[in-house]
């Protein structure tokens, strides 16, 4: 059974920092893209991050380009986000995911056959 299990989430002042982290298991993630997501209450999940199966190739929504940094660990089957700079409107859950049976980062990001964690909330007080 694959898994993705996130931690690091938590209650952070405007301007600072967390890092987030994801551990997969059930499968090898080496082959596959991983990355974030994130939600709102009433919003659509809407992409953050994805890094390619070889951790060469980072992508980054425009909201957090420039404070966001994505990582990974293949050894570790781990994938890692972090956050600087953090603002009130990055406040939602965070969602690990990787594709199912897809290799590529435009698969992922589409969202529509992913494997997902169970999410970690990121609260950002001003």
């Known amino acids: 059974q694959v898994q993705l299990v996130e931690s690091g989430g938590g209650a952070v002042q405007a301007g600072g920092s967390l890092r987030l982290s994801c551990a997969g298991s059930?499968?090898?993630?080496?082959?596959?893209?991983m990355g974030w997501f994130r939600q709102t209450p009433g919003k659509e999940r809407e992409f953050v991050a994805a890094?390619?199966?070889?951790?060469?190739?980072?992508e980054y929504a425009d909201s957090v380009k420039g404070r966001f940094t994505i990582s990974r660990d293949n050894a570790k089957n781990t994938v890692y986000l972090q956050m600087n700079s953090l603002k009130v409107e990055d406040t939602a859950v965070y969602y690990c995911?990787?594709?199912?049976?897809?290799?590529?980062?435009?698969?992922?990001?589409?969202?529509?056959?992913?494997?997902w964690g169970q999410g970690t909330q990121v609260t950002v007080s001003s």
């Open positions: 059930g499968r090898t993630f080496i082959s596959y893209p």
């Open positions: 995911t990787s594709n199912r049976a897809t290799y590529t980062i435009a698969s992922m990001v589409r969202g529509t056959d992913n494997y």
């Open positions: 890094i390619s199966a070889r951790g060469v190739i980072p």
